[in-house]
Nanobody
Framework: QVQLVESGGGLVQAGGSLRLSCAASGRTLSDYAVAWFRQAPGKEREFVAAINWSGGLTNFGTSVKGRFTISRDNVKNTVYLQMNSLNPEDTAVYYC????????????????WGQGTQVTVSS
């Protein structure tokens, strides 16, 4: 079982940037694909981005494509989500999740979740 802890959330103005981190412990993160999801109040949990174990394959949700990037440092056991050109619609709790495989967009594929970090974008 791998434990995940997100950090880097906060309050930012529209047009700004944030970088989220997902740090793993308990097992080496290189055994897993890692994804980011987000959930706004009253909405379904939405796929944001995923990266496979090596970092050679990435996948992005439609609403963030071209604005967000995902990367990983397996030595540091950490995955990053760089978020640029943020807008108020990006406001949500952001969760990272890990699973074996290539980096699915389906939240049902992931059984290891962090506690989430709040991102708030003001207009």
């Amino acid at each position: 079982q791998v434990q995940l802890v997100e950090s880097g959330g906060g309050l930012v103005q529209a047009g700004g940037s944030l970088r989220l981190s997902c740090a793993a412990s308990g097992r080496t993160l290189s055994d897993y694909a890692v994804a980011w999801f987000r959930q706004a109040p009253g909405k379904e949990r939405e796929f944001v981005a995923a990266i496979n174990w090596s970092g050679g394959l990435t996948n992005f949700g439609t609403s963030v494509k071209g604005r967000f990037t995902i990367s990983r440092d397996n030595v540091k056991n950490t995955v990053y989500l760089q978020m640029n050109s943020l807008n108020p619609e990006d406001t949500a709790v952001y969760y990272c999740a890990a699973a074996p495989g290539w980096g699915s967009a389906s939240r049902y594929e992931y059984h290891n979740w962090g506690q989430g970090t709040q991102v708030t974008v003001s207009s």
